[in-house]
């Protein structure tokens, strides 16, 4: 929906078709063409191929053997079918991050039934905690469990083969997202500090810019763009790193298409996320990423205990606010923790936007309309 809105507001007069599994969708009125399928479906993708010139996604879950014939028949996909094919896989993705020099979190790729207790001393995970992820399948917070005791290990919800990490004690979560042409040129946005809900591990709040050094965020920077030139790939990709106290850098995991982490860019910077990845779609030069001013972003999720139709308390009275955006994706029905939509802060201080920003993150809700 925001990528085909970027694209609307511009001057260009491309046509989009998205294949979605519902005309309900919230690209729907904003598309050109709508095709009725599923991404995991190879006949619907060969759909979706026949009726475009360039093809891009927008969730990992799709069947990439397809992306893959396609590209061999000549089709352009942004990023390349190869990229998606080491990210869906949450333990070659990590094995891509050892292969190449890029440091992360130490980590084993197990069964559930080689997770036992012993793990927490072992070399290389162990700890007060341990972080276990399903490989494949996980979205929106999704496919992570957190252990911090024997009787956690015997509650893992999650089976088949693993991934077991160290847990990274105290570190600050940033994102930064690298866009690369098609010709391989490469710009980053302003690093984004990012915190997360301990019950769903989704992004709960964030801000740009990261109250970081300049020395900790060029690491940073450095590291992403190590990381994403590894993927040998144009497209945009949020970079997702943990910043321990120690000073050291790691990566976690990477997002190839537009992120959560970059939706305050749309009125925080000169060129949002979706605007530079319209431009990578039609081999565009990379737009100018400066943050025009300190934002925030708050998520707007479905609360426990309200299910169906809902609506934001007072959404009339927060499009009246002039340093307010709210972008409700205009999905049917609300459920516990399902991403309903965003508002984004602006302020002309850091220090403004904290204080602003917090007063508005508690006054915004979700009830039921």
């Not at 996604?57 to 069947?63: D, G, N, P, V, Y």
Request: proline share 5%; glycine share 6%.
């Amino acid at each position: 929906m925001m990528l085909l809105e970027a694209a609307k507001s511009s001057e260009n007069q491309v046509k989009y078709t998205i294949l979605e599994s519902s005309r309900d969708c919230p690209a729907a009125p904003l598309a050109d063409e709508v095709i009725v399928g599923s991404l995991k479906n190879e006949i619907d993708i060969q759909k979706l191929a026949a009726a475009s010139e360039v093809l891009t996604w927008e969730i990992e879950h799709i069947a990439v053997d397809a992306l893959i014939e396609l590209q061999k028949q000549g089709k352009t996909i942004i990023p390349k079918p190869e990229v998606l094919k080491i990210i869906q896989d949450k333990g070659i993705q990590k094995q891509f991050f050892s292969e190449n020099n890029i440091p992360t979190a130490p980590f084993l790729l197990m069964g559930d039934s080689d997770i036992t207790s012993d793990t927490f001393n072992d070399a290389e995970v162990g700890g007060q905690k341990l972080v276990i992820k399903t490989r494949t399948g996980g979205y929106d917070g999704k496919g992570v469990f957190i252990a911090s005791s024997s009787e956690d290990i015997g509650n893992i919800p999650f089976t088949g083969d693993l991934l077991t990490e160290k847990f990274a004690e105290n570190a600050l979560e940033v994102a930064v997202i690298v866009a690369v042409d098609q010709v391989g040129n490469q710009t980053t946005f302003p690093a984004i500090e990012m915190y997360f809900n301990p019950v769903s591990n989704l992004v709960e709040f964030l801000y740009s810019p990261a109250q970081i050094s300049p020395e900790i965020e060029n690491k940073a920077r450095e590291i992403a763009l190590n990381a994403v030139k590894a993927l040998n790939s144009p497209g945009l990709f949020a970079v997702e790193l943990f910043l321990l106290q120690d000073g050291a850098v790691w990566v976690n995991e990477i997002a190839p298409r537009p992120h959560n982490s970059g939706h305050h860019t749309i009125e925080g910077c000169n060129t949002s996320q979706f605007e530079q990845l319209n431009r990578i779609l039609l081999g565009e030069t990379l737009g100018d990423t400066f943050l025009l001013q300190p934002s925030a972003m708050i998520n707007l999720v479905g609360p426990e205990g309200i299910s169906g139709t809902y609506q934001l308390e007072n959404e009339d009275h927060w499009k009246t606010q002039p340093d307010v955006f709210v972008h409700m994706y205009n999905k049917l029905e609300t459920r516990a923790h399902r991403k309903l939509g965003h508002v984004t802060v602006t302020a002309k201080t850091f220090d403004e936007l904290i204080v602003r920003a917090t007063e508005v993150k508690n006054q915004l809700r979700i009830i039921p309309s």
